[in-house]
């Protein structure tokens, strides 16, 4: 019987990739974005479709009573469970771009809007929505009057300035570790009107212009400081969010404690303490017996039972977000850097039974996924990586060919190379390690061996990276993990972009197809919501003839809390669960 709480929420919007899941992660997610809540899909679930046909009065009292939550009260700490940790704090950085990260830094710095569960977005630190011009494109931001740092100074335009002309600033030092500076390298200029109202001019239009400024920094802290070091192991003590950061032990747990001078509503909670424990099976028992008061791990088909036994104590929702699963190859790896290798691993992998059994039965909706930039469940979704529906005699017959010949031991050797391949993961997490099995099985009916090769956490990240940050080719051969998304495919400009050779920042898979690259440019400055829909899915076309990746499902999100607490809502955006946290509260 699943708790009164327990929700299943499906969103409708146009989601897609935008910033690196760590572990579940590494984030991760709509052209324009539909600010309509009515078009989106957030009834809750009955179980029992004839409940309103009880005529147990009494009952129906009862259980009215056992849902209210009670009076909010001030106070509290809540300890929340994580598998992953960060590995710098600083959220602007490559090696800072995860899911984690933004559970800290979405606390703490506040952004122009923020991303609600539904995918709409929200003015936050801005007062009221922003003002477009379309020819020329121009955009005007007016900050809240009450707006102000936690050491009393004011957030004004000279912060937004300085996120333009120091953090995003192509000639700074740091400036090839910033992971993207889509949309500010198109400003030109701009005019301040005032402490608080600034119009920043572009070159050209730019689809997600809402999207910028997510985290604004204090320019009377920061400037002057090495970018690259000051914000990775703590932050000053400042905010212009709900919470402060207070200390981080390393390997163990990081707190923030309340704002006092938060701007915004009253926060309830006087901290929040995030627990990393590596492994989700430890964590839901840890959440089960009491010791967390929240977590958000990937379910796993034994988790929500768990969860639903435990649910006089817990309350949780589960559905399916942007944060999608898919392998990466490393395209300057041998035989991988072979289109029609990679083609052959794509049709030998039965992703319709990975779905089958390790999704399906946490979410009977779960679907193969056939796009990388739309998610199934988005308007404009198309299939376009079903041509590599499983079909292990036609991998075989495209190896061969090409030449490729199978050896006595039964794997494939295509130009003198063996086709034997690691494929790594982050180890720990029980669903992953499955998928590859399954994986593994799989691609040896096809003659290619696979060896699991996992690190747990975000030690398996520091494999990938962008190989002029790894001496040429990165430590991975092929890689599970995910993207979160962001209401809008922008970011994958950075994920697969190249020009003139160069590769993008987080272009791990070091795959450059320039006419791919040019369409996502074009899609970035095509604000009709149409037009910019059909450009990524031209882009999803050309992605599945070239096959750097393989997408295989939307993973079901998941938020469990203690139900003594009332705010928690599930995001499964890169904004975090910590969207909200100012509205947390423990309830008497």
């Not at 850097?337 to 052959?344: E, F, M, P, S």
């Not at 001496?471 to 991975?476: F, I, N």
């Amino acid at each position: 019987m699943r708790s009164p709480m327990s929700r299943r929420w499906r969103w409708p919007l146009l989601l897609t990739a935008f910033a690196l899941v760590a572990a579940a992660c590494a984030p991760d997610d709509d052209a324009d974005v539909d600010d309509d809540a009515d078009d989106v899909d957030t009834e809750v679930e009955d179980d029992d479709p004839d409940a309103d046909a009880d005529p147990d009065a009494d009952a129906d009292d009862e259980e009215a009573e056992e849902e209210d939550p009670g009076e909010a009260v001030e106070g509290g700490t809540v300890l929340f469970g994580d598998e992953q940790e960060p590995t710098i704090l600083n959220s602007f950085l490559i090696d800072g771009n995860s899911l984690v990260t933004s559970k800290v830094s979405s606390n703490v710095w506040p952004g122009a809007y923020t991303i609600q569960p539904d995918f709409s977005l929200e003015p936050s630190v801005i007062d009221g929505e922003a003002e477009i011009t379309e020819d020329p494109f121009s955009v005007t931001y007016t900050i809240r009057d009450e707006a102000e740092w936690s050491d009393g100074e004011p957030i004004t335009v000279d912060d937004m300035i300085f996120m333009v002309e120091e953090i995003y600033d192509a000639d700074a030092d740091h400036a090839d570790q910033i992971t993207t500076r889509e949309g500010y390298e198109l400003i030109t200029d701009w005019e301040a009107d005032g402490d608080k109202t600034i119009t920043f001019e572009f070159e050209e239009a730019y689809a997600p212009w809402q999207l910028l400024f997510s985290e604004i920094l204090p320019e009377h802290v920061i400037a002057g400081e090495d970018f690259e070091t000051f914000l990775n192991d703590e932050y000053p003590d400042i905010s212009g969010g709900p919470f402060l950061f207070d200390e981080w032990d390393q390997g163990t747990q990081l707190r923030l404690v309340r704002n006092e001078d938060y701007w915004g509503e009253d926060v309830a909670l006087d901290e929040i303490v995030m627990r990393y424990v590596p492994d989700t099976t430890t964590l839901t028992q840890q959440m089960v017996g009491g010791e967390l008061d929240m977590y958000d791990p990937q379910p796993q088909i034994e988790l929500v039972d768990q969860l639903e036994g435990a649910s006089d104590r817990i309350d949780h929702e589960i559905g399916l977000g942007p944060v999608w699963e898919h392998i990466d190859f490393n395209t300057l790896v041998e035989g991988l850097d072979q289109q029609y290798v990679r083609q052959a691993i794509a049709q030998g992998i039965n992703r319709q039974q990975i779905v089958d059994t390790l999704i399906t039965p946490v979410d009977p909706d779960a679907v193969v996924l056939q796009n990388p930039f739309w998610m199934a469940n988005a308007e404009p979704y198309e299939e376009h990586f079903d041509r590599w529906d499983h079909d292990p005699e036609a991998a075989r017959e495209l190896l061969e060919d090409n030449g490729c010949t199978e050896g006595d031991d039964g794997i494939y050797e295509c130009d003198g190379v063996r086709l034997s391949f690691r494929l790594g993961t982050t180890g720990g997490n029980e669903r992953r390690e499955l998928a590859q099995q399954l994986m593994q099985s799989d691609l040896a009916e096809i003659g290619v061996e696979i060896d699991i090769d996992n690190d747990e956490g975000a030690a398996f990240f520091e494999r990938l990276n962008t190989p002029e940050n790894c001496d040429g080719v990165c430590d991975y051969d092929i890689a599970l993990f995910a993207w979160v998304g962001s209401p809008n495919p922008f970011g994958n400009l950075n994920i697969y972009g190249c020009e003139d050779g160069e590769l993008r920042p987080q272009n791990w898979t070091a795959f450059c197809d320039e006419e791919l690259t040019d369409i996502m440019l074009e899609a970035n400055a095509t604000v009709d919501e149409d037009e910019n829909a059909d450009l990524w899915n031209e882009a999803a076309e050309m992605m599945a003839e070239g096959v750097p990746i393989v997408p295989l499902f939307q993973q079901p999100q998941a938020l469990a809390w203690d139900n003594t607490l009332t705010g928690p809502q599930l995001n499964a955006t890169n904004q975090t669960q910590f969207w909200n946290s100012q509205e947390w509260a423990y309830t008497e």
